[in-house]
Structure formats: C-alpha cells, structure tokens
C-alpha cells in the first residue's frame, strides 16, 4: 500500500480537532453525512448513487452519541496507525483489534459501519487508510504491474504467473499496469467458469484479462477493473449466471451500490452485461431450475429500481419473469466442456 500523505493529514486534522474541542473545555462533536436510504440518491449524470445533502451530527455531550463517537475516533486512530506503519488490516483484523484497547463493538457489522461513517466523513475509501475486506476475487491476464507497496516497489508481476489466477488484494489493487497485450477485460461470476476460462486459453483467445467475481465483487476488485479500463481502455464485459441476482452483479460494477453511495471511482458506466440472459436460456436451451419466491420478489425490486429504468434492462427484468426460469453459467457445458468458449462467448464477444 502506498502512504497517501493526503489521507494521513485528514486523520491527524480530524484528531486535532477533536482534541481542540477538549482543551477549550467542549464537548467534540463530528457532522458526518448522512448515509440512510433517505439520502441515498442516484445520479443520472454520474451513473450511481450518491450521498444527498442531509448530515447527522455526533454529539459526545449526548449519552446516546458516546459510544459510536468514541469507536469513530478509535477506528481514525487505528487508520493513521496503519499508514504510518505502512500496514494493511482486514476488517475482521480491525474488528479484533478493537478488543485490545477495551473499545467494544457488538458484532463485526457495528465495525464495519463505523469504518463507513469514517468514509464519509473524511471523503476517502477504506482502502486509503489500508482497510481491505477478505480477498475472494482473482485475476489472470497478459498484463504486467509494477507494484508500489513497500518491500515491492518497482517489482513487476505477470498477472499469468500462476494457473490459478492471483488473488486481487491490496498490493495488486494500487499496483501500476505497465504492459499489456490485453484488449478487454471479461469479469465471471464462479470460480468453476474462471478456472475453464484459463484452461482453454479463452483469455488468450479473446485477448482477455480474466477477474473470478466471486459473487458480489468487493471494492478492491472493482476498482482493479476501473484501474484496467482507464489506463489501458480496455471495455468491460461481465458475464453471470442468468438470474436476478447475477444481473444485480453487473449493475453494480456498471453504476454502483447504494452502500458505497459516499465513495467515488468504483463504477464503470460503459461496462456490458453480456448474460446469462433470458434470451440465452430460451435460444441455447439451457437445464435450468425454477424461480423461487425470493427471485420473483427480487425481480419486482429491481424493476423499480432507478438503475434498471432503461429499456434493455427492462426487457431483460421482463424475460426472467415470463420465464420464471433461471440458469447457471456451467450450463452451457451440456454441450461439451468447451461449448462456453467456441460457441457462447465467441458469439457474444464478436
């Protein structure tokens, strides 16, 4: 992780001020953005979601602000730490860490949002300050970075070193690509399709570099893909399994989560979906299984979605519920092993 000097002095100015307040004999009080669903708004001219003008005060003066003031200062406390000792923390590392300086938190989710209200009110990411969720994303590609943390500064990586695929932590996500012989970037849902992806040199064949989602992405592997596609204007395709929640996926990469309203640089607007959609099901007669209760009603949600309000969205939204069908990626392979990437991705990527 590089040392953001910017980062550093928001934290100590925050420190400051709170011990300013306390040698003019007040009470500290901290005005944070309000993160509610009542101030998340989203923003057709950036393509997300973003924060509305609303704030939240947190009053130490008032009993019930005392504790999460307390846990906010304590998580700058335990960031300007990491930055000044160029360390990196998982969030479940933090939560843990906690216990050490007698500051209680509930569950590991009270943590989690007190880094977000830290977010907000400093206006940088959590990565910034070197807090990472657990890796579950990889990367496989004819790219090589150059990383920027200490211990590995200046060293170059070929992001085809390893037949797995290199896990997408934080020495990769602020690393510098420097060459490449890439053209697009294909992200895939499963590990199963990203493994068969590498094994018949699909990323060879469509000039790709290849990033295992893992599900939901987190922002560490987002941002790697918006760091590819602006540096080395490589557009973005996304391929899911066909259901709502596959399609949520990559609307996510695409314009953003209500969740990360407060931070900028994640979305890739320009991004494609490519599928699994309900035209693919029907056209490659796919095995497929029913909808559930839980898929229809999230069907419903997502067709009142601002995000969705598009009309191939729509028509997609449309298809799944005339369908009530849904089908996995690893459906192709009734076909053959190979049928995904001679036949479905040739055709889709052409």
Known sequence: MVESTNTRDILVQLGKKVVQSILNEEFPRLEIPDRSTDNIVFDPEQGQFVLGTTRVMRDSSKIRHVKSFAQLVWVASFAKDLL?????????????????????????AESDRIVADLESLSGMAREDFGVFPEEHSSVYGQVT??????????????LTVSPDGLPIGPA???????????EIVLAVECGGMFARLIETRAWERFKAVLIHLGGQPPRSTRRLMRLLHDRLDLPVYIFTDGDPWGMHIAQVIIT?????????GLTIPDARWIGV??????????????????????????????RYTGPEWQQHISGFKD???????QAFSRYGMDYVVDTYLADKLA
């Open 277 to 306: 959609t309900p035209e693919d099901i029907v056209e490659y007669s796919l095995p497929c299984d029913s909808m559930n209760d839980a898929d229809i009603k999230r069907l419903d949600e997502l067709a009142l979605d601002s």
């Open 84 to 108: 000044d000792a160029s360390r990196t923390s998982s969030l479940r590392d933090l939560y843990y860490s906690s216990e050490a300086f007698g500051v209680k938190f509930v569950d590991q």
């Open 323 to 329: 369908l009530r069908r849904k089908a996995e990626q």
């Open 145 to 158: 970075m150059r990383y920027t943390v200490p211990g590995y500064l200046g060293r170059e990586v070929d």
């Open 172 to 182: 990769l996500m602020t690393a510098e690509p420097v060459k490449s012989n890439a």
């Open 256 to 264: 953003g989560s209500a969740n990360a309203a407060h931070i900028r």
